[in-house]
């Protein structure tokens, strides 16, 4: 598998669902994975042993820095102290892209154009890096209502299946 | 007005709730949990985590890295 030199700066959401539909190992088609402190700590929580999956070496790591510009944006999005930590460290680390499920923390990444997807974007990108086929991401897409906490309208999951198959 | 509805919520997450409310950060729990629907509510708007969805499909199936 060939890596990207993307450098991965995880929040919670997209850790803990694709821990949920055992899936994690798509996140070893990039450079590193850097899970913020504070992260860390909220996936313990939820999913004790998503953290040490075999295949990835998650690199737990505190921001250095803290950015003016991140701060700002904490009481306009109400951005929660993993999601802050995880922009602070984006903001130090070149190259990255930061993964959260967070419709907040998503807006404030791009008004700091902080290149910014969740975890559909993840089970998707495994088709276009052949990590998985079609088949094997429309299963994982269909089993997202019954084994992950990633809320999506049944509809729109429907989109995106739809948009799976007609895919070249 | 309000009305009362009834839930589950997992117990652990529940003593995270009340021991806040324990330490003073919120006056009782339904306050808490009132506090809490407004801001997912508020934060969570459908049209834009529509948009995102999307972004992830054209990066996912059509992206660079």
């Known amino acids: 598998m060939a890596k990207t030199n ?124 052949q990590l998985l086929s079609k088949s094997q991401v429309i299963d994982l897409l269909q089993s997202i209502p019954s084994q992950t906490t990633l809320h999506i309208r049944p509809s729109l999951l429907q989109e995106v299946i739809a948009e799976v198959i007609k895919m070249k | 007005m309000l009305t009362a509805i009834e839930t589950k919520i997992p117990d652990q997450l529940l003593q995270q709730a009340q021991d806040m409310v324990n330490e003073g950060w919120m006056i009782n729990i339904d306050t808490l949990i009132i506090e809490a629907v407004r801001r997912y509510v508020e934060s969570h708007q459908q049209i834009l985590t529509e948009r995102f969805i999307r972004e992830d499909i054209e990066w996912g199936l059509h992206g660079k890295d």
């Open chain 1, 6 to 129: 993307t450098i991965v700066i995880a929040d919670a959401g997209p850790i803990i669902h694709l821990d949920e539909l055992d899936s994690l190992a798509l996140l070893a088609g990039f450079e590193k994975v850097i899970i913020p402190e504070t992260v860390c700590h909220e996936v313990q929580q939820h999913r004790p042993f998503a953290l040490s999956h075999p295949k990835i070496k998650f690199i737990r790591q505190r921001a250095d820095s803290f950015s003016a510009q991140v701060n700002a944006l904490i009481p306009i999005y109400t951005l929660h102290s993993g999601e802050q930590e995880a922009l602070h460290l984006c903001c130090e680390v070149s190259n990255s892209l930061l993964l959260t499920d967070d419709t907040a923390a998503r807006l404030a990444a791009k008004s700091l154009n902080i290149a910014v997807h969740g975890t559909l974007g993840v089970l998707l990108r495994a088709i276009r890096q």
